[in-house]
């Protein structure tokens, strides 16, 4: 008997304590007014109850809603004080008459995302929210199922604990590869054909570089893909191509080289904001010519300036050539496919210091590539940021000859200003510390190029075919970023939330 009272004696007092908590929370819900709700939604999604509420339990129940959530980084809980047209929802407006005078309101706003694409932006774009009245049922179960899909949260209604593909997620943050001093300099990882769950786990969940040798030696496209073969099926068909002088192909050089070139032609509010307003990408010449004269280009020995067909849509251009190439088994269903390009040259190229958005799996069919990688954890050692970009023009009527005219009012997002061959490293000096991997792609080879890892990629041809030819698949990433932003850390990217939780699982689940 005695046992059973203090049993009851324990969960009363449990009741009494959360209680207390409940009431305490509710008096200290953190407030928002209009003026700071934009500061608000710069740094994290946020649900909020609006008073006076219809329902007296709405503040109990944002108190718990408060307690789950306050360790979270991506999401906020409190109270908006806030006038119908204030709140952003179209059907709450009092000019339509549905202005609910004794109904509890709870609006979710999702995270402002930085356009960070654009330098001039345009007037109030910090105030555009996106918000969503909350219409489901008022516990915390169905709110926090709410929360946790609407803001990419992963928190359970057991004091805020993450679920299991919450704890998975830090895992992977948690495990990410970066190339360590000791390593710099050093070969890329060389593997055999490895199976769905050792490159999710080993590779694709750490972003780390590796070589899958011999990947796609049973392609038929290793021996059909010939010239002969390419000038009997497409000849005749017009493509889009790139030319340099030097076969360097989108580095970045000194904007007074360019004719017209003032300090003054970049506005001071868009200059202010440039590491190196100075400094120019170059990107390469353009030409429309048939597929016949292009391979009469790439096979000339003489030529003074070099030509690529580079990121060129198979599916678009060429769709039949997609049955002789094999999507590699190990990411077949399990990433989302975005683009599927043709690289082909007279292997004398260079593509300088950059970055892309997307997973790349890299498959080399002639030719070899050698490539720097380097890590995104440390961005400020590249320089990531905007860098003005100008257009190198083309006069084919006299000798090939290249000019430099074509100022834009565009910048690159991608491309970093160092040049790791020859580091300025008076002008960049955080170049010092970044270390770099050095990855060799043979014939037959494929490499898997995590996104936001920064390379530099020479081409070298083929001695019998004097060509270089590859293909790429780029993927949605697993793990992304926003960009240019060179303080922004990679996360596990929410377009495959539904894979971590139910089919992506780590070797401990």
């Excluded at 910090?126 to 926090?144: F, I, R, T």
Aim: hydrophobic share 35%; charged share 25%; net charge negative.
């Amino acid at each position: 008997m005695a046992s059973k009272t203090r049993t009851v004696c324990f969960l009363v007092y449990c009741v009494i304590v959360r209680v207390a908590e409940l009431s305490e929370g509710a008096s200290k819900l953190t407030h928002v007014v209009s003026s700071n709700l934009s500061q608000v939604l710069s740094e994290r999604c946020a649900l909020l109850g609006v008073p006076p509420y219809g329902d007296d339990h709405v503040p109990e129940l944002l108190a718990s809603l408060q307690l789950i959530y306050e360790r979270d980084h991506d999401v906020f809980v409190g109270q908006f004080h806030a006038t119908a047209d204030q709140l952003g929802v179209p059907s709450l407006s009092p000019a339509n008459g549905a202005y609910p005078n004794n109904q509890s309101i709870l609006v979710l706003y999702k995270r402002i995302v930085r356009d960070r694409s654009c330098l001039i932006q345009p007037p109030n774009a910090a105030h555009h929210v996106h918000a969503q009245l909350y219409s489901g049922d008022l516990s915390v179960d169905s709110l926090v199922r709410f929360i946790n899909e609407e803001c990419g949260a992963f928190r359970t209604t057991e004091r805020g604990k993450l679920t299991r593909a919450g704890l998975r997620r830090e895992r992977i943050h948690g495990n990410l590869y970066g190339v360590s001093r000791d390593e710099d300099g050093a070969e890329c990882l060389r593997i055999r054909m490895p199976n769905t769950s050792a490159f999710v786990h080993d590779y694709l969940f750490r972003s780390r570089p590796v070589v899958i040798e011999g990947a796609i030696n049973d392609w038929p496209a290793r021996d059909k893909w010939t010239m002969e073969f390419l000038l009997k099926k497409y000849g005749n068909k017009t493509v889009h191509v790139k030319l340099t002088p030097d076969g360097n192909f989108e580095g970045v050089e000194s904007a007074y080289l360019w004719q017209g070139y003032r300090r003054d032609r970049i506005p001071e509010s868009v200059r202010a904001q440039l590491q190196f307003p100075d400094l120019v990408v170059v990107r390469p010449a353009s030409a429309e010519m048939k597929f016949s004269q292009f391979l009469d280009l790439t096979m000339a020995q003489n030529k003074s300036y070099s030509v690529y067909l580079e990121y060129s849509s198979i599916p678009y251009y060429m769709p039949e050539l997609t049955k002789d190439v094999k999507e590699l088994p190990f990411v077949e269903g399990l990433l989302h496919k975005h683009h599927f390009n043709m690289w082909l040259s007279d292997g004398r190229t260079l593509g300088k210091l950059h970055f892309d958005p997307y997973d790349n799996l890299l498959c080399q069919l002639s030719g070899e590539k050698r490539l720097i990688l380097l890590d995104p954890h440390h961005n400020e050692n590249l320089y990531e940021g905007h860098i003005p970009e100008a257009v190198l023009s083309f006069d084919s009527s006299t000798s090939a000859t290249f000019h430099r005219r074509q100022l834009l009012e565009s910048t690159s997002m991608v491309m970093s200003p160092v040049d790791p061959a020859h580091p300025d490293l008076q002008r960049f000096p955080n170049y010092s510390k970044a270390s770099k991997l050095e990855c060799t792609l043979r014939a037959g080879d494929a490499l898997f190029m995590p996104a936001f890892w920064w390379h530099e990629v020479q081409s070298y041809p083929d001695p019998l075919e004097h060509r270089n030819l590859a293909v790429n698949f780029w993927y949605e990433p697993v793990l992304t970023k926003e960009f240019p932003c060179a303080e922004c850390r990679l996360n596990f990217n929410l377009f495959y939330r539904q894979r971590l939780e139910n089919q992506l699982q780590s070797p401990e689940d």
